[in-house]
């Protein structure tokens, strides 16, 4: 069974699922176990909060429970939205700009492409 991204931030920060659980508030240590091992999936206050544990932007724990969701995403799709959420709005303003410029010339080369 793969690893999922819980998992590998606990292992990386030599955290247990106790030291896990005195960070996260209303979180109990069977709780938190359940997390790591895929059997339950945190809340919005616990991302966040796992999120400030590990150091690491709460997109990136969302990618991952998103797809738990929504399955017909692609990775891609996932890492994709994380990476945005990420980001500052002025930052997300510029990504959607270059997006939807790479689109439309997409979309111009395949009408041109059916003629």
């Given at each position: ?25 209303r979180a109990g ?47 891609g799709e996932h ?37």
């Open positions: 069974m793969p690893l999922n991204t819980l998992q590998l931030l606990a292992k990386a920060s030599g955290l247990t699922a106790t030291d896990i659980a005195t960070a996260i508030p240590v069977a709780t938190v176990k359940a997390w790591l091992s895929g059997d339950k999936l945190p809340g919005k206050e616990q991302v966040n909060a796992l999120a400030r544990t590990f150091g690491v932007p709460a997109g990136a724990l969302l990618s991952e429970l998103a797809s738990t969701f929504d399955p017909a995403r692609t990775k890492d994709l939205l994380a990476a945005y959420r990420s980001l500052n709005t002025k930052q997300q303003g510029a990504v959607l700009e270059v997006v939807r410029t790479m689109a439309d010339t997409h979309a111009v080369s395949r009408r041109k492409a059916k003629k």
